[in-house]
Nanobody
């Protein structure tokens, strides 16, 4: 079982930036797809971005052009660089691995950690 620890959240003004980090345990890191999710107050958890074992990335429409997912295999760490933050980006952000596919749609197969709170407020 992959263990994941998220960090990097905080309070930021609209238009600001944050970089989230997710450290994964074990050597499985290099062989699975990984993703960042978020849960906004009163809403269901949603997939924000994924990165495959080969390095291909995908984003939900609302963050395209503003968020960047990347990984450092030497550090077993996945990052989410968030720029031009908006009020609606306020949420608890979680990473998950491995990301599987059911009928072509990504599905989180790992355990959920505590997440890291991102609050965008003026």
């Amino acid at each position: 079982q992959v263990q994941l620890v998220e960090s990097g959240g905080g309070l930021v003004q609209p238009g600001g930036s944050l970089r989230l980090s997710c450290v994964a345990s074990g050597t499985i890191f290099n062989f699975v797809d990984m993703g960042w999710y978020r849960r906004a107050p009163g809403k269901q958890r949603e997939l924000v971005a994924t990165v495959t074992s080969g390095g291909s990335t995908n984003y939900t429409d609302s963050v395209k052009g503003r968020f960047t997912i990347s990984k450092d295999t030497a550090k077993n760490t996945v990052y989410l660089q968030m720029d031009s933050l908006k009020l609606e980006d306020t949420a608890v952000y979680y990473c998950n691995a491995p990301i599987g596919r059911v009928a072509g749609s990504p599905v989180a197969l790992g355990s959920w950690g505590q997440g890291t709170q991102v609050t965008v407020s003026s």
